[in-house]
């Protein structure tokens, strides 16, 4: 187990970087669009809309390259998944109180038609990373990362 384990957080890692990355990326180019998907999930008043539109993507893409460069890992995988927590209150809120919205999770964003919302996914999408993203917090030390790993973190390899 402790040769696999590693490994297994260092993939964990990557996933998560990634996905953070990529999610906040493709956010930052059109503010009105993630402006747009904020405000959707009706739960913010309108002077938290476009400070929450323009420093979510900000925050995604910070955890996720701390993330990829195996830096703070602990750290970016809590900020981690307390976002999954967030995002999985957000869509569930939305579903439960019939809200027909794309998500924003990558983009985009806003009212679409019935048929076109994706809850189900997107909340087993949000829960496995967050399970992936908790899994990282309690084993965060990893194979090809820039920080170096902590004592507690050694201590958690047995």
């Keep these: 187990m402790q040769t696999v384990r590693p490994w297994a957080a260092?993939?964990?890692?990557?996933?998560?970087?990634?996905?953070?990355?990529?999610?906040g990326a493709l956010k930052?180019?059109?503010?009105?669009?993630?402006?747009?998907?904020v405000r959707a999930y009706r739960l913010l008043p309108e002077a938290l809309v476009s400070p929450v539109a323009f420093g979510l993507p900000v925050l995604e893409i910070a955890v996720g390259l701390a993330l990829l460069a195996g830096v703070f890992v602990r750290t970016a995988a809590i900020a981690s998944a307390v976002l999954m927590v967030v995002f999985l209150i957000g869509v569930g809120s939305a579903w439960a109180r019939g809200l027909q919205?794309?998500?924003?999770?990558?983009?985009?964003?806003?009212?679409?038609a019935a048929e076109d919302?994706?809850?189900?996914g997107e909340i087993a999408r949000d829960t496995a990373l967050l399970?992936?993203?908790?899994?990282?917090?309690?084993?965060?030390?990893?194979?090809?990362?820039?920080?170096?790993?902590?004592?507690?973190?050694?201590a958690d390899v047995r």
């Design 117 to 120: 919302t994706g809850y189900p």
């Design 28 to 37: 930052l180019p059109d503010p009105a669009a993630a402006e747009r998907a």
């Design 10 to 23: 260092t993939a964990a890692r990557l996933l998560l970087g990634v996905v953070f990355v990529v999610a």
């Design 101 to 112: 919205i794309d998500c924003g999770c990558f983009g985009g964003g806003g009212e679409v």
């Design 131 to 154: 399970f992936v993203a908790l899994a990282l917090a309690r084993w965060p030390s990893s194979r090809l990362a820039l920080g170096t790993p902590d004592r507690r973190e050694h």
